[in-house]
């Protein structure tokens, strides 16, 4: 039941960009994306619906593949405050919720 | 608001003890989530409550495990009797609704058992 994510680290340099992928097997009815910093709490960056939509804000945007039952998460001109494990959490049928495995992302200067 | 407060931030306690972890979500709030990190299983949702109900539970390990929420303020998640194996970062989540809005995470109680 539990998504998996692709890769499971990366190392950037500043201003290069990255891409997570969040794999399901099962049928999606949402997609959620958190970073959690080393020591903290997750949080919050987005939630994408049924309906193939993109989101984002500023240089951090996803999309969500229904079909492929996959999302992705687009990090552009990365800045050292991006640093941190990436979640995606999958809604699938019944109500239930599973987070990814985790991506962890470094940015170096 | 002051955001999801979790009690306590830390706790050492001997295996076969009970330990008792609290939760008070955002006011206005009607759900509420119980999450356990290891570095092994990564992030585990325990239970879920909406509208102080408990709508799905079957990510609780097993019956030494218990999670109430008397009220709309306040939770607790129940581990009685302890063991090693349970130790790990317990986060307690809230949101306006269970599938379209983002959870707010509180900053977790790091449970050691020895």
């Known amino acids: 039941q539990q998504p998996v994510q692709s890769p499971q680290a990366v190392i950037l340099r500043e201003g290069e960009d990255a891409v997570i992928n969040c794999s399901s097997s099962k049928a999606l009815y949402s997609v959620h994306w958190y970073r959690q910093k080393h020591g903290e709490a997750p949080v919050f960056l987005m939630i994408l619906l049924k309906g193939g939509e993109q989101k984002g804000h500023e240089k951090i945007s996803a999309s969500f593949n229904e079909k492929k039952q996959q999302s992705s998460l687009y990090l552009t001109a990365s800045q050292l405050s991006y640093s941190g494990t990436y979640f995606c959490g999958t809604e699938i049928a019944g109500n239930q919720f599973y987070f990814g495995t985790g991506t962890s992302l470094t940015v170096i200067p | 608001d002051a955001g999801v407060i979790q009690s306590p931030r830390h706790e050492v306690t001997e295996m076969g003890q009970e330990v008792t972890l609290r939760c008070k979500p955002i006011s206005g709030h009607n759900s509420l989530f119980w999450y356990r990190q290891t570095m092994m299983r990564g992030l585990e949702l325990l239970i879920y409550f909406n509208n102080n109900v408990p709508i799905d539970d079957s990510g609780m390990p097993e019956d030494r495990f218990s999670a109430k929420m008397p009220n709309a303020s306040f939770s607790t998640l129940k581990i009685q009797p302890s063991e090693p194996r349970d130790s790990a970062v317990y986060f307690c989540?809230?949101?306006?609704?269970?599938?379209?809005?983002?959870?707010?995470f509180g900053q977790g109680t790091r449970l050691t058992v020895v």
């Open positions: 989540a809230s949101s306006e609704a269970r599938q379209v809005a983002e959870a707010f």
